[in-house]
């Protein structure tokens, strides 16, 4: 068996460590006997996005998501909202997720046209919103809580039936108000988690390198592995997300 990975813009979208989650989703794939090939796509360069199993965007700041915009326009945009259709799995970690929606509006006023693939857009604002966090996956995405690090200005509002990718735990999520976190829409799982997220919480990581496994090969089911250290991480992160200041009022926290 072998996945094929597209890193998309490994060079503008990289920030916290985000390029750690294909590390991890490599690692996790090879320490099973998974064969695993990762391919960068940049900003103009082209490729057969067919090809591709699971597609990877990370987090970036305002004016590297600018530069982008014409780089979407030439052609990349049709072949990735087509790909998400057709139910190939994306992880699109904060400005990477913001890319899915309608548009991302910066703080300074500046309308990003994005994708438009999943029914959501993002406004920025001054007050940016950042700090250890946590939230619980909805059952979709296997019900686990994950752990990680936010730091953004925009605040997503999903479109009505938008499934979020979770509840929020301890933190902010998609806009501090409404308790989402990220977006699950067919196998695109979207969230403002860095790190890299995906180290610290290997059951988000199985899941979803188990949806662009089904989608290439039928059923398919990762049995756990025993790393060290992977619980002690996942802990250690849970530890300083509760020792975050409690939610502003108004605001329901479910767990803490
Ligand atoms: N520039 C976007 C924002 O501030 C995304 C930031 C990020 O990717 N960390 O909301």
């Given at each position: 068996?072998?996945?094929?990975?597209?890193?998309?813009?490994?060079?503008?979208?990289?920030?916290?460590?985000?390029?750690?989650?294909?590390?991890?989703?490599?690692?996790?794939?090879?320490?099973?006997?998974?064969?695993?090939?990762?391919?960068?796509?940049?900003?103009?360069?082209t490729?057969?996005?067919?090809?591709?199993?699971?597609?990877?965007?990370?987090?970036?700041?305002?004016?590297?998501?600018?530069?982008?915009?014409?780089?979407?326009?030439?052609?990349?945009?049709?072949?990735?909202?087509?790909?998400?259709?057709?139910?190939?799995?994306?992880?699109?970690?904060?400005?990477?997720?913001?890319?899915?929606?309608?548009?991302?509006?910066t703080?300074?006023?500046?309308?990003?046209?994005?994708?438009?693939?999943?029914?959501?857009?993002?406004?920025g604002?001054?007050?940016?919103?950042?700090?250890?966090?946590?939230?619980?996956?909805?059952?979709?995405?296997?019900?686990?809580?994950?752990?990680?690090?936010?730091?953004?200005?925009?605040?997503t509002?999903?479109?009505?039936?938008?499934?979020?990718?979770?509840t929020?735990?301890?933190?902010?999520?998609?806009?501090?108000?409404?308790?989402?976190?990220?977006?699950?829409?067919?196998?695109?799982?979207?969230?403002?988690?860095?790190?890299?997220?995906?180290?610290?919480?290997?059951?988000?990581?199985?899941?979803?390198?188990?949806?662009?496994?089904?989608?290439?090969?039928?059923?398919?089911?990762?049995?756990?592995?025993?790393?060290?250290?992977?619980?002690?991480?996942?802990?250690?992160?849970?530890?300083?997300?509760?020792?975050?200041?409690?939610?502003?009022?108004?605001?329901?926290?479910?767990?803490?």
């Open positions: 068996m072998k996945l094929r990975i597209c890193h998309l813009y490994p060079d503008v979208l990289n920030l916290y460590g985000d390029r750690g989650n294909i590390l991890c989703m490599r690692k996790r794939l090879e320490d099973r006997g998974i064969a695993c090939e990762i391919m960068p796509l940049r900003i103009g360069e490729a057969d996005l067919t090809r591709y199993d699971l597609f990877f965007i990370g987090g970036g700041q305002d004016f590297e998501q600018e530069v982008l915009l014409e780089d979407l326009r030439k052609g990349k945009k049709e072949e990735l909202k087509a790909a998400v259709e057709d139910g190939r799995t994306f992880l699109c970690i904060c400005g990477g997720y913001q890319m899915m929606g309608h548009y991302y509006e703080a300074d006023g500046m309308r990003c046209p994005f994708l438009g693939a999943i029914d959501f857009h993002t406004v604002a001054r007050r940016r919103m950042i700090g250890n966090y946590a939230f619980s996956l909805s059952e979709t995405s296997g019900g686990s809580t994950v752990v990680g690090f936010e730091n953004h200005s925009g605040r509002m999903l479109g009505p039936g938008v499934e979020p990718l979770g929020v735990l301890r933190g902010y999520g998609n806009n501090g108000e409404d308790g989402t976190e990220g977006v699950r829409y067919h196998n695109v799982f979207g969230t403002y988690s860095h790190g890299p997220v995906l180290p610290k919480n290997p059951a988000f990581c199985d899941r979803i390198l188990e949806t662009a496994l089904q989608r290439r090969y039928g059923e398919a089911s990762l049995a756990p592995l025993a790393v060290p250290f992977e619980k002690a991480a996942h802990e250690a992160a849970l530890a300083q997300v509760k020792l975050r200041r409690k939610p502003r009022r108004g605001r329901s926290s479910a767990w803490l």
